[in-house]
């Protein structure tokens, strides 16, 4: 039922935006970093995955950061991820913006994904705000603890956004000016918990959640669906 509720939405309120978390990938294998049994629950993030601690000792971030690649690489997108690739393929989702790195949106084949949280499509050096592209990142990493900058050889910092850091600025505009524009912005498997990201669905005249558990929006939501990512969506799909 909820599936065909959410298929209405979908269809009366377009422009429709989405924002995703990590409950949209946990069904692909990829643990959410902030649950109980996540990985902060294991180590400290200010330890391995801040900006103080990658100024700190750069070698330990990537030693962290090189075992998640390797989960990442693995993983495969679920149906959910489908779904969303399918909606905005029938001219029905414009966009995913996502706080999730794992680019599984992008290798299902959603075209237009604005990654407000980085994603490790790359590396970037700190001071010479060089890009450098996943597959030579890789490639040092095989031979090296750290990644090195090809132009002026400082060590990298990985694309994902750390502890400590500011969110890329272009891409929180782009996602703001898109929930500015949607009639409905749709959030999947996000507890919105995470500022600025979680301030997103307040910018559209109206939002709807699908989340497993509770979120510090639900009562404003038009609709809430407490269920996994995947079989909601597919519903959803399947009553357009
Ligand atoms: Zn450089």
New binding site residues.
């Given amino acids: 039922m909820s599936g065909v509720a959410l298929a209405a939405l979908i269809r009366e309120r377009q422009p429709c935006v989405v924002l995703t978390g990590a409950g949209v990938s946990t069904e692909s294998g990829i643990p959410d970093f902030r649950s109980a049994t996540g990985i902060w629950a294991e180590v400290d993030p200010y330890q391995v995955a801040s900006i103080q601690a990658f100024r700190r000792d750069p070698e330990r971030v990537w030693t962290f950061y090189r075992e998640r690649i390797h989960v990442l690489r693995d993983a495969r997108p679920n149906a959910a991820h489908e779904a969303l690739a399918e909606l905005e393929r029938r001219g029905l989702v414009e966009a995913v913006v996502t706080q999730n790195i794992d680019m599984l949106h992008s290798r299902a084949g959603s075209q237009d994904v604005v990654e407000v949280h980085g994603s490790f499509r790359s590396a970037e ?1 700190l ?2 705000l ?1 890009t450098e592209p996943a597959d030579e990142v890789l490639a040092q990493l095989e031979v090296s603890p750290t990644p090195s ?1 090809s ?4 060590v990298l910092k990985p694309g994902v956004v750390l502890f400590g850091e500011l969110l890329p600025a272009a891409a929180m505009e782009r996602a703001t000016q898109l929930a500015r524009g949607a009639r409905l912005v749709l959030v999947v498997g996000s507890s919105l918990e995470v500022w600025p990201v979680a301030g997103l669905p307040l910018e559209a005249p109206a939002f709807a959640i699908v989340n497993r558990g509770p979120t510090a929006l639900d009562d404003r939501a038009l609709l809430k669906v407490d269920a996994g990512a995947g079989e909601t969506l597919s519903a959803a799909l399947e009553a357009l």
Avoid: E, F, T
């Fill in positions: 050096g001071a010479c060089w900058c132009q002026c050889g400082d």
